[in-house]
């Protein structure tokens, strides 16, 4: 259909969100996508991400190829062929909680490597970085677009995938009331990416024969470490219950810190090890984790949001960049039935309804999860049988996902819509 209109569709933040669905939207003859993103080049900040079973089925789909070779190839995953929960500290510390799964392997791989490899398919000239999105206008049916250098431009659709703080999310929500801004979500962490071999000695042989990630329970606090890199680094992480959140999101961390937090651990415990390879950073950061605690709807007319910007979770259940990709594989199968830009509208009010219980139904799971793991749950405890029984099951419905149901849902929906029902 060469004479075709082609539907200008403007993606906002280039991060693994914007990237994903940037390629499953340039398939589409119909679209003109292009990508802004607001650093001066496009990169990923952080160390490891774990892509479970859905975001591989979601990521095949938006690829249109098989995402697990791409992950396990060229981006340097690695699977993780169990996680296994332990009990770090307390009276039952050394006892195992539960292996999750062993069947549907998740792949641990690094951020930048994913975002390379997202970005390596996609045209160049579709890819605009140091574009800091300012303001959104929408008056006529074309929503205009004010980047902080001053540029404008005109677009038929715009999609937000600016992250957690993210100015699409502030349009969309104009009008929804009360603040749905970030908030606390009760928790805080830090990170380090260390050599394999000094993660092995601090932390103990036995734990790295396979490519299994560790978390150890304990009172306030849990301590993990993950096999990354083709078994060349280990990501180790203490993540904590926060009390006193700092405004900034930020805190310096400290020995006296990093003891305080894991005060009830014993001497012999992993923890102890961990300290050491947290401080052995420059300048060693804890961050608070946040939360978008409610989102009323993901769209507003032709501008709609995604992953972080619609649905910031805490990282309990290894989930927003997942939920990310399935949020690319709706909207490009969406938008791959829209007609005109008339549509577009019905496009995103479907997907807004098909994906926020899902996501929202994570973020509460997820905090749960944090509560549990850090001994907080009142049921739970440190009781291992306890966490076992309740912690066991919390995967299951991300994982078990049903993409060809999921998008069906969505087209369903969007017919639905058009036809005024
Ligand atoms: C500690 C931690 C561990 C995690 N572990 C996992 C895990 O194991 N598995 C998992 O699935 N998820 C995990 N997540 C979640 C996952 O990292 C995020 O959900 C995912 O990276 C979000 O991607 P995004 O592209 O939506 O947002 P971001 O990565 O925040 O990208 C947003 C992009 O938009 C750009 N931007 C912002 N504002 C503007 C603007 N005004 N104009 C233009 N560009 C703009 C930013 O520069 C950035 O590049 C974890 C998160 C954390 C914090």
């Given at each position: 259909?060469?004479?075709?209109?082609?539907i200008?569709?403007?993606?906002?933040?280039?991060?693994?969100?914007?990237?994903?669905?940037a390629?499953?939207?340039?398939?589409?003859?119909?679209?003109?996508?292009?990508?802004?993103?607001?650093?001066?080049?496009?990169?990923?900040?952080?160390?490891a991400?774990?892509?479970?079973?859905?975001?591989?089925?979601?990521?095949?789909?938006?690829?249109?190829?098989?995402?697990?070779?791409?992950?396990?190839?060229?981006?340097?995953?690695?699977?993780?062929?169990s996680?296994?929960i332990m009990m770090?500290?307390?009276?039952?510390?050394?006892?195992?909680?539960?292996?999750?799964?062993?069947?549907?392997?998740?792949?641990?791989?690094?951020?930048?490597?994913?975002?390379?490899?997202?970005?390596?398919?996609?045209?160049?000239?579709?890819?605009?970085a140091?574009?800091?999105?300012?303001?959104?206008?929408?008056?006529?049916?074309?929503?205009?677009?004010?980047?902080?250098?001053?540029?404008?431009?005109?677009?038929?659709?715009?999609?937000?995938?600016?992250?957690?703080?993210?100015?699409?999310?502030?349009?969309?929500?104009?009008?929804?009331g009360?603040?749905?801004?970030?908030?606390?979500?009760?928790?805080?962490?830090?990170?380090?990416?260390?050599?394999?071999?000094?993660?092995k000695?601090?932390?103990?042989?036995?734990?790295?024969?396979?490519?299994?990630?560790?978390?150890?329970?304990?009172?306030?606090?849990?301590?993990?470490?993950?096999?990354l890199?083709?078994?060349?680094?280990?990501q180790?992480?203490?993540?904590?219950?926060?009390?006193?959140?700092?405004?900034?999101?930020?805190r310096?961390l400290?020995?006296?810190?990093?003891?305080?937090?894991?005060e009830?651990?014993p001497e012999?415990?992993?923890?102890?090890?961990?300290?050491?390879?947290?401080?052995?950073?420059?300048?060693?950061q804890?961050?608070?984790?946040?939360?978008?605690?409610?989102?009323?709807?993901y769209?507003?007319?032709?501008?709609?949001?995604?992953?972080?910007?619609?649905?910031?979770?805490?990282?309990?259940?290894?989930?927003?960049?997942?939920?990310?990709?399935?949020?690319?594989?709706?909207?490009?199968?969406?938008?791959?039935?829209?007609?005109?830009?008339?549509q577009?509208?019905?496009?995103?009010?479907?997907?807004s309804?098909?994906?926020?219980?899902?996501?929202?139904?994570?973020?509460d799971?997820?905090?749960?999860?944090?509560?549990?793991?850090?001994?907080?749950?009142?049921?739970?405890?440190?009781?291992?049988?306890k966490?076992?029984?309740?912690?066991?099951?919390?995967?299951?419905?991300?994982?078990?996902?049903?993409?060809?149901?999921?998008?069906?849902?969505?087209?369903?929906?969007?017919?639905?819509?058009?036809?005024?029902?």
């Open positions: 259909m060469p004479d075709r209109y082609r200008r569709i403007a993606i906002v933040g280039g991060g693994i969100a914007g990237a994903a669905l390629n499953s939207l340039v398939q589409i003859d119909h679209l003109e996508v292009h990508i802004f993103e607001s650093a001066p080049q496009f990169s990923e900040r952080g160390a991400v774990g892509l479970s079973v859905n975001s591989q089925n979601a990521l095949s789909r938006v690829l249109n190829t098989d995402a697990k070779s791409m992950l396990l190839g060229k981006a340097g995953g690695v699977p993780m062929n996680t296994r770090g500290a307390g009276p039952s510390a050394g006892s195992l909680v539960f292996n999750l799964s062993g069947t549907y392997p998740g792949i641990v791989v690094h951020r930048a490597s994913i975002l390379r490899e997202l970005l390596a398919p996609l045209p160049k000239h579709i890819l605009h140091n574009k800091k999105l300012a303001t959104i206008r929408q008056d006529s049916d074309k929503i205009d677009l004010e980047f902080s250098d001053g540029m404008t431009e005109q677009f038929d659709a715009v999609i937000g995938a600016d992250g957690i703080f993210s100015t699409v999310r502030q349009h969309v929500l104009e009008d929804a009360k603040n749905h801004d970030a908030t606390p979500a009760g928790f805080w962490d830090c990170r380090n990416l260390v050599p394999f071999n000094r993660a000695k601090a932390l103990g042989e036995q734990y790295f024969e396979l490519d299994r990630q560790y978390g150890w329970v304990g009172p306030g606090a849990l301590v993990m470490h993950d096999i890199e083709n078994r060349t680094m280990v180790c992480v203490v993540s904590g219950v926060e009390i006193d959140p700092p405004p900034d999101r930020k310096p400290t020995r006296d810190y990093m003891l305080k937090a894991l009830e651990w012999t415990s992993v923890a102890k090890g961990m300290i050491d390879l947290m401080l052995d950073q420059p300048d060693p804890g961050y608070s984790e946040w939360e978008h605690k409610s989102t009323p709807t769209s507003r007319g032709s501008v709609c949001i995604m992953g972080d910007a619609a649905h910031a979770m805490t990282p309990w259940q290894g989930s927003g960049a997942g939920q990310a990709i399935e949020d690319a594989m709706i909207l490009g199968t969406l938008l791959k039935q829209v007609d005109s830009p008339s577009i509208e019905a496009a995103f009010e479907a997907y309804i098909v994906r926020r219980p899902r996501c929202q139904k994570i973020i799971s997820s905090r749960g999860t944090g509560g549990m793991l850090c001994g907080q749950n009142v049921e739970t405890g440190l009781d291992p049988d966490l076992k029984a309740a912690l066991g099951p919390r995967w299951a419905f991300i994982y078990s996902l049903d993409m060809e149901q999921h998008k069906k849902e969505a087209l369903d929906k969007f017919h639905d819509i058009l036809a005024g029902d």
